[in-house]
Nanobody, 119 residues
Framework: VQLVESGGGLVQPGGSLRLSCAASGFTFSTYGMGWYRQAPGKERELVARIISSGGSTYYADSMKGRVTISRDNAKNTVYLQMNSLKPEDTAVYYC?????????????WGQGTQVTVSS
């Protein structure tokens, strides 16, 4: 199983970034996907989630209205479009894949991509 994030970097306040997460090694279209972030000295927190079909999304209050999560099951990729970025959005952003099965929850993480918002 691999989740490989990309698209992070340095951006000025008010700017935009689009993160991508390319998945392999599992049946992507059967997993719910999510983006989380972890700032220095803070716990990892949810940013957004999307169900396996892409038909429903959930956004945490921290970035609601400024981010859009989407997925392309044909490309095994999930995206996070981030707009109007603020310095407090600086964090490592992680991709997550999760699926509930009869035997338990399958849960996978990517290695993360750094997003730095600074002038």
């Amino acid at each position: 199983v691999q989740l490989v994030e990309s698209g992070g970097g340095l951006v000025q306040p008010g700017g935009s970034l689009r993160l991508s997460c390319a998945a392999s090694g599992f049946t992507f279209s059967t997993y719910g996907m999510g983006w989380y972030r972890q700032a220095p000295g803070k716990e990892r927190e949810l940013v957004a989630r999307i169900i396996s079909s892409g038909g429903s999304t959930y956004y945490a209050d921290s970035m609601k209205g400024r981010v859009t999560i989407s997925r392309d099951n044909a490309k095994n990729t999930v995206y996070l479009q981030m707009n109007s970025l603020k310095p407090e959005d600086t964090a490592v952003y992680y991709c997550n894949a999760r699926k509930s099965t009869y035997s338990g929850i399958l849960n996978y993480w990517g290695q993360g991509t750094q997003v730095t918002v600074s002038s």
